[in-house]
C-alpha cells in the first residue's frame, strides 16, 4: 500500500530565516506531486505541483520554491520566511493519468515569528 | 495576514441523525468530484468520490449525490457518530480537457464545512 511522509511535523522559525519542508512517498511510482498551504480556518491552497523529475508548476506567485529531486521526493523551501507564510502545510501524490485522487500527509504546521 | 471574521459554513447534529453537508461547484466542464475530511491538526482523508457520467454512488454510510443541472454535489452520513465531527471539503476536477489531453489531477477544493455531532 501507498504511504505519504511529511516532516517535520511542526516548525518554528523566524523571520529571515530558510526553510525547507520534505515529502516522500512510498508504494508507488510516477506519482504526481502536489503541495498546499491551508490558513486556519480555510481551505486548500495550491501552490506547486509536479508530474515528474524536475517538472514543477507554480501555481502562486510568492517567496516559495519547490523542487523534485527524486521521483517520490517533493521538497518545499524558500530563503527568507514571511510572517505571512505561517500556516499548515500539506503534501499530497495522485498517480498520473486518470487516477485524479490525491491522498494526503499528515502535514506540517509552521508558524513564522 | 488572514481575514478577520471569517467562518466556515456550519452544521450540528445528534449522534444517530443523518447529516448532509452541501457543495455548489463551479466549472460545468468538472469530470471528477471528491469529498474529503480532515480532523483538526491532520491532513485531508478521502471519503468517497464520483465522476459526472454518474448521479449517486454509496459507500459505507456515506452517499454522495452529484446534480450536473444545477452544478450541486452533496454527501450524506447515515446514522452520524461522534467520530464523525470535522470539516468536510470537496473537490472538482476539470479532466484532461483543460490541459490539452493531459490529466495531471489538480482539483480545486471548495471552502469546507465543519459538522459538529453531539452525543
Known amino acids: 500500500s501507498q504511504t505519504i511522509h511529511q516532516w517535520p511535523a511542526t516548525l518554528v522559525q523566524p523571520v529571515g530565516s530558510p526553510l525547507s519542508l520534505e515529502c516522500t512517498v512510498e508504494g508507488t511510482s510516477n506519482p504526481n506531486l502536489y503541495w498546499y498551504r491551508q490558513a486556519a480556518g480555510r481551505g486548500l491552497q495550491l501552490l506547486f505541483y509536479?508530474?515528474?523529475?524536475?517538472?514543477i508548476s507554480s501555481e502562486v506567485p510568492q517567496n516559495l520554491s519547490a523542487s523534485r529531486p527524486q521521483d517520490r521526493q517533493f521538497i518545499l523551501s524558500s530563503k527568507k520566511l514571511l510572517l505571512s507564510d505561517s500556516g499548515f502545510y500539506l503534501c499530497?501524490?495522485?498517480?498520473?493519468?486518470?487516477?485524479?485522487?490525491?491522498?494526503f500527509g499528515p502535514g506540517t504546521r509552521l508558524l513564522v515569528l | 495576514g488572514e481575514s478577520v471574521g471569517l467562518h466556515l459554513p456550519t452544521l450540528s447534529v445528534q449522534e444517530g441523525d443523518n447529516s448532509i453537508i452541501n457543495c455548489a461547484y463551479s466549472?460545468?466542464?468538472?469530470?471528477?468530484f471528491i469529498w474529503y475530511k480532515q480532523e483538526s491538526g491532520k491532513g485531508p482523508q478521502f471519503i468517497i468520490d464520483i465522476r459526472s457520467n454518474m448521479d449517486k454512488r454509496q459507500g459505507q454510510r456515506v452517499t454522495v449525490l452529484l446534480n450536473k443541472t444545477v452544478k450541486h454535489l452533496s454527501l450524506q452520513i447515515a446514522a452520524t457518530q461522534p467520530g464523525d465531527s470535522a470539516v468536510y471539503f470537496c473537490?472538482?476536477?476539470?479532466?484532461?480537457?483543460?490541459?490539452?489531453?493531459?490529466?495531471?489531477?489538480?482539483?480545486?477544493f471548495g471552502q469546507g464545512t465543519i459538522l459538529t455531532v453531539h452525543p
Open positions: 473537490a472538482e476536477n476539470f479532466g484532461p480537457n483543460s490541459a490539452g489531453g493531459t490529466s495531471y489531477g489538480k482539483l480545486t
Open positions: 509536479s508530474v515528474g523529475i524536475g517538472q
Open positions: 466549472n460545468s466542464a468538472s469530470d471528477y
Open positions: 499530497a501524490w495522485s498517480g498520473g493519468g486518470t487516477q485524479e485522487t490525491q491522498y
